[in-house]
């Protein structure tokens, strides 16, 4: 990158250096519209690590300091869920754009609270659900969009993998920290479902069950299912267990002319070398649907950071908003409500 265009970039500061923030890192750095300009780490040990790995950066353990900073663009927070909304709110009001990795919020309550700050501020406000652009569940939603299998009825989005890393300091496994575990990875799925099934209106009811082998943890469940209705009658499906091996995601949608059926596996989430396949069905015959771009987490999130300098800089919209993010932190809260009670519960995206 010449000088001119580093003057140019979008300025990225970066809160969190934790396994998931390193690649944030890395993919803000490949970014040829971005420049990693602050980091703000936890403690000093990962200071220095984050020092040795961009020298160039500014890094600091405050992140109050680095959302202070004057030279930033839009502040990217890969921090555990429970302080998202400190962070967050730190950011917006110094005036500086959000990138937020999901959940936005523990609950409606603070999401609400960042959408009407960001709003105050007139800043852009991202959530980090980068399953939208991907190659292949993006093509999905593309041949949805397009009519190709009519008026969508079915959506089932189902994951079978590891066990959850235990996060910096076990805070993945902290029932106070990570609010639940629907909104670890079972969010991504909700949010796939909503957005599949947009045509159908917004989803009304969850019913959900789930146990846990987890015996230091049975609060937290490793196998969960759920289904959502939507008004005028479709449903989606959302199950996941954490009891199994490797990752492999699967999605199909049905609809009034035909089907779509999408699969991805890999040894790991975060792997460069994933197999992957999409398979449709027009009412006549079976076929496969080319999908040229390698796809998984770690392309998208690459892609993420690119949406996110577009949208600062050419005013492109953002392909997950606050909005967004609300609606998927609401699905997972009557979810967990539902299997806590028994029975459905509605989607609600008011704090009352």
Request: hydrophobic share 40%; charged share 20%.
């Amino acid at each position: 990158m010449s000088a001119e265009n580093q003057d140019a970039s979008v300025k990225f500061g970066l809160v969190g250096f934790g396994a998931w923030g390193q690649h944030h890192a890395d993919a803000i750095t490949k970014c040829g519209q971005a420049s990693l300009a602050a980091i703000a780490t936890h403690s000093e040990a990962s200071a220095k690590a984050a020092q040795a790995a961009y020298p160039d950066a500014w890094v600091t353990t405050d992140f109050r300091e680095l959302a202070s900073r004057e030279d930033l663009d839009v502040v990217d927070v890969v921090v555990p869920s429970d302080l998202h909304l400190d962070v967050a709110t730190a950011v917006l009001e110094s005036g500086k754009h959000l990138l937020l990795e999901k959940p936005m919020g523990l609950d409606v309550s603070q999401c609400t609270s960042m959408i009407e700050l960001a709003e105050s501020r007139d800043r852009l406000l991202c959530v980090g659900h980068e399953l939208r652009l991907s190659s292949m569940w993006g093509e999905v939603k593309s041949m949805i969009d397009e009519g190709f299998i009519g008026q969508p009825r079915y959506c089932l989005v189902e994951l079978s993998r590891n066990p959850y890393r235990q996060g910096s300091g076990g805070w993945r496994y902290d029932i106070n920290r990570v609010g639940n575990w629907i909104l670890e990875e079972p969010i991504h799925f909700f949010d796939l479902a909503r957005w599949y099934l947009q045509s159908a209106g917004d989803p009304q009811t969850i019913y959900a069950n789930a146990s846990s082998r987890q015996v230091d943890h049975p609060e937290l469940q490793d196998n969960f299912s759920a289904i959502m209705r939507f008004d005028g009658g479709p449903y989606a499906v959302v199950s996941q267990t954490l009891a199994a091996f490797e990752h492999h995601q699967t999605v199909k949608v049905t609809g009034t002319k035909g089907a779509l059926w999408a699969s991805w596996s890999g040894a790991m989430d975060r792997t460069r070398h994933p197999t992957f396949q999409l398979r449709a069905f027009d009412g006549n015959e079976v076929f496969t649907v080319p999908i040229d771009k390698p796809t998984g987490e770690l392309f998208e999130l690459e892609d993420q950071i690119e949406r996110v300098c577009q949208a600062i800089v050419q005013d492109k919209p953002l392909h997950c908003t606050g909005i967004d993010g609300r609606w998927s932190v609401a699905m997972c809260q009557a979810a967990a409500e539902s299997v806590e009670t028994g029975a459905p519960a509605k989607v609600q995206i008011s704090c009352d």
